[in-house]
Every structure is written in structure tokens, then in C-alpha cells.
């Protein structure tokens, strides 16, 4: 539809559609979405458009786009987070091979402002989880199998400094076999990756940032069939995977992460 949608789902029961904003150009092939709650703002990629475009959903009924921006940087952009601290996105384009650091604090003009690029660690970069306090990007990467840390510096001093690179991957061809979705637990150091090749979740400790290393994994060729997104629940310590090919939703224990369930 190359569209955001917003849907009420106030009445969990019985979801409603309450507003869409169509453009074949800046939402062509629209695929990932943040959310700034303050501002009342949708930041969407587009994987055929190549682009970042900045939404105003002020009017749930009536979202209306208020900037974009077209690089070829963002070329398969397919997932994007937003840091309110800064006013920045972070974007992985997978046919660039890129993490891109986008400035979204004049929503009307998305300016570019980072871009690190690794044929060989982000080859395929499709997913993406930033941590605030340690200004570290975790980007999967579904062609290198792979979950890598890149540091992401600021105006300030931070503990991974102040120039945008590597600091660690970890490849894996069994367990993190097409890695796409990512996400983070910061308190126990651990990303929940979801391994569409390997029909799979892994849990990767990142504690050592310099060397990422898988700890546990859980795989169902059933239940997890091309496993491609993943939400988590720090306080309950489960994780909710949708699957592509299975066409379903799939919760994982990950109270022992050598051993999800």
C-alpha cells in the first residue's frame, strides 16, 4: 500500500482503522516504523524508495508526511529505532550494507549525519536495537549471520568514544543463519535475535561487547518457519516471535537463556 497506517486499538477485541497516508514515492515499499510519543511522530523507512520519511500523527485520523529523506545509503532500509535524547534514527539498509545515523530534530529536514558501512559484518544489515546509556547500536544481519556492535558517538564523551565503528561481531551460519529481528536487554546484556535461516531465536550475550557470543538458542521448523521479528518483555523474560513462513506468533521463555523454551 506504501502507507502508515494508524489503527485504534483501544477495544484490544476489535481493532479499527482510523487513519492512512499513502505516497508511491516517499512510502514506496515502506517496511519499518518508529514512534517519538512526545512529538507525536512516525519515522518510516522504505525499503524500494531508499528513503526516511517523517510523519505527523498529531491527527490520528488525518497523519500527514512533513519530511523525508532519499539516499542510496538507505537502499533496502527496512528497520529503524529513534533516540528522543538526541533526535536521531538509526536505519539498516541491507543492500548497502549500512547503518545510517539520521538527525530528525527539524522533522521537516532528516539530515544524514553517520553512516558506517561493513561488506563483511553488516552484509545484509536488516535489524536494528540502539542502547541509549552506551550510545551502542546491535545490528543483525541476515547475508553474514551475524549480530555486530557498533558505537555511536555524540557530542559527548561516551564509552565507546566519539567515532562511529565496530566494536565486536559475532558470525554464526547455525544459530544466527538470515538474523533479522533484534532486540535488547540491557539490564542482562543479551540480544534476542531472530533467525529466519535457521527457523530459530538466539540469545547472544553481549556483555563483552569486542566479542559478542550466542548462549542459548531454541529452534522449531514449525513454530518458528522463517523467524523475522521479535518483541520482548524485560519483566516477564519472555519473547514474542513472528514468523514469515509459519505465518504465526511464537512465545519463548528466556528466563534461562541457555536454554529458551
Known sequence: ADA??????????????????????????????????????????????GSLTVVDVSDPSEPSIVGTLVASSLAGASSVVHDASTQRVFVASP??????????????????????????????????????????AIVAAERADSLAVVCVPNELP????????????????????????????????????????ADALAVVDVSDPSAPVVVGV????????GAVGVAYDAAAQLAFVASADGGSLTVVDVSDPSEPS
Not at 539490564?187 to 535461516?197: H, I, K, P, R
Not at 531454541?218 to 518457519?225: G, Q, S
Open 4 to 49: 502508515l497506517a494508524v489503527v485504534d486499538v483501544s477495544d484490544p477485541s476489535s481493532p479499527t482503522l482510523v487513519g492512512v497516508v499513502a505516497d508511491a514515492s516517499r512510502l514506496n515499499g515502506a517496511a519499518g516504523v518508529a514512534f517519538d510519543a512526545a512529538a507525536q511522530r512516525a519515522f518510516v523507512v522504505s525499503a524500494d524508495g
Open 158 to 197: 561516551g564509552e565507546c568514544g566519539r567515532t562511529l565503528a565496530l566494536v565486536g561481531a559475532s558470525a554464526d551460519a547455525a544459530s544466527l543463519d538470515g538474523a533479522h529481528g533484534v532486540v535488547y536487554d540491557a539490564v542482562a546484556q543479551l540480544a534476542l535475535v531472530a533467525s529466519a535461516g
Open 218 to 225: 531454541v529452534a522449531d521448523a514449525t513454530r518458528l518457519d
Open 95 to 136: 543492500d548497502a550494507s549500512v547503518l545510517a545515523v539520521i538527525d530528525v530534530s527539524d522533522p521537516t529536514q532528516p539530515t544524514l549525519v553517520g553512516l558506517f558501512t561493513d561488506a563483511v559484518n553488516l552484509d545484509g544489515a536488516v535489524g536494528v536495537f540502539y542502547d541509549a546509556p552506551t550510545r551502542r
